[in-house]
């Protein structure tokens, strides 16, 4: 079966792009991906979005992408599947690549929340839950992640300050990332102290939505090759689902899908997750790092935030987690993210992380969720 | 490379649904095309689907079918090109089977356009054409063909009578078809004076809108044989996209798109248009029906139209579409007409076609259309 491998990244910083159009972000990231693979030979586009139809008014961003992206009437489709459509994207991408169909696609994850003022983004946000059970009754994503950290405190006996770690772990990370949102220091106490945004979930415990785009050129490996100096695998691939509604899934406190689509990624790596260098998992909320952590073996039920406090989520520890700032702090640019994620995995094995690089990284996991894990998309690659 | 056929399908009626969820109206057509395929074995779900975040407030439904469909936990994603999206999804599946990893996948094309009042459906259609330069100056997918009519009737020196046999010849077919939206038949004198959407397109010129949804099941032809008496093979599968814009495109009135991939469609079976005993084209408006002809090589640029004024595209005629009304008169549940056309076109070839079979149908077309021709998607079928 074909292997696939990564030729080509770009990326815009995650931000306030107040003028700059969706087309436009879109192609920054293009431009600067086809740039890295030095060629401009794609047979197909994969475009990870959420919320371009509902907050610009713009769907069809596939025909429209390609087309200002100077690639027009290639294939090009949008996926969609809540905040891991970026995830998604790749993983058609994949699929196309091993069918033999497509001998190269680009995959670009592409949001812009910020043109619409108030509450717009949170309720498009909120379209990515069950409509009819959740969302109409007022619930968001912010919702839905108080209603799992506050059981995870209860049932495990944690505390509010117990989650500090992995803000500040990823704030800290982002200092070295110049396209972060944000790269200021985060001290415990900020975290402890700051503003209730859903009770226990806080301004400092939730990921920012910005705008952003990010891509990623993948061919399979024998003509990547050919192609550039340093391509790198995409040894593992896997996409699974979990029921939508939280008060439907067999355990709120388990990510289901995160651990089936990990489990299926490693082994088709053939490696586990002592093999893993470094991991960008979804911390959109610091709970939803905590599970992601357990679910893919890296932490007993329960016990995901005491890799936090001891300090192993860090460059130096165990598993590095959130490498350039994370969703927390490079910015959650929603249907862009799962990208983002696997861009951020490319560039360290790459060894090109500048001031946030792992030592000797060959092997990283990249997971993005949808829906507080209703869609997991994981992707393990290596050099 | 793996060969890959259809194994189950199944429909709802095309209508109004009023008591009918979205989620539900996916399941009737999913639990249909299970019992067809007498298989509950499915790994990965491919969701066809424009509107449902703005009409429904409901994204992520490749989650949120899989687990109403009873399949919870399979690989699910939400596949997006405006109203090519149905078509767009088995393509995916295509892919994915083509693969090899992925065995089995459900293709759903579900819409439901009819929960919201005044123009909300029609304003969110838009959102498939250029939004900055088209849709934000209350271009509308009807406005457009209006435009592309226009110049197609100055251009060939036809008059809006001679569009008339498309929309005649789509209600007859529906009269066979018990889910079909119009059953009534047509004259063309009711057509010519129908009253005007967008002159010169009119009432009877334009498909309605409807909600709807339909499901196919595709597996490797190799334990398709296995499986059912009789698999249908996807021939010939391509996609490909143009200009989004009317005003950016070579030429308005020929679909480069639509022209692209019926041809790589066509190669990969191993056919030509004569060898096509029907096809489902994507009559949303009759100048596309007109236009299709011509783009897939049934007639020269400029007269498609005479197919319909000399009858050939009737039950007995040189080349048969709409064949269980079309877009038209079967109705066009957005997002899910591509899969009602590729399930048309598999009844036929299963000789299931009842008062609307064509008689020793082999090979059958299916091309289903996004923004007036800005993405198509085409395969092609045969036993």
Known sequence: ?????????????????????????????????????????????????????????????????????????????????????????????????????????????????????GNAAVTALGTGLDGDYEAIHGLTPAGAAALMMRRYMHDYGVTLADFAGFSVNANANAAGNPLAMFRNQLKPGHFTAAAPIADPVSLFDMAPLGDGAAALIVTSTERAMDMVPWPVRIAGSALATDRLALHDRRNVLWLDAAERSARQAMAAAGVGPDDIDLFELHDAFTVLAALSLEACGFAPAGQGWQLARDGEIGRTGRIPISTFGGLKA????????????????????????????????????????GGNGATAATHVLAI
Chains 1, 2 share one sequence.
Not at 30 to 36: N, S, T
Not at 334 to 339: C, I, L, Q, R, S
């Open 1 to 117: 079966m074909t292997d696939v491998s990564i030729i080509g990244i770009g990326q815009t910083a995650v931000g306030e792009h107040w003028e700059t159009s969706i087309r436009h972000l879109a192609w920054y990231a293009i431009e600067a991906a086809l740039d890295d693979a030095a060629s401009t030979d794609v047979d197909a586009l994969f475009v990870g979005n959420m919320l371009a139809g509902e907050l610009s008014r713009q769907d069809h961003l596939g025909a429209l992408i390609a087309d200002f992206s100077g690639l027009r009437g290639i294939e090009a489709v949008t996926v969609e599947a809540a905040e891991a459509s970026g995830g998604a994207a790749l993983r058609q991408a994949v699929l196309a690549i091993k069918s033999g169909l497509v001998q190269t696609a680009l995959v670009v994850g592409v949001e812009k929340v910020t043109d619409q003022t």
């Open 330 to 369: 490079r910015g959650n640019p929603v249907g862009a993210t799962g990208v983002y994620q696997v861009l951020e995995v490319v560039r360290q094995l790459r060894g090109q992380a500048g001031d946030c690089q792992i030592p000797n990284a060959t092997t990283g996991l990249a997971q993005n969720l």
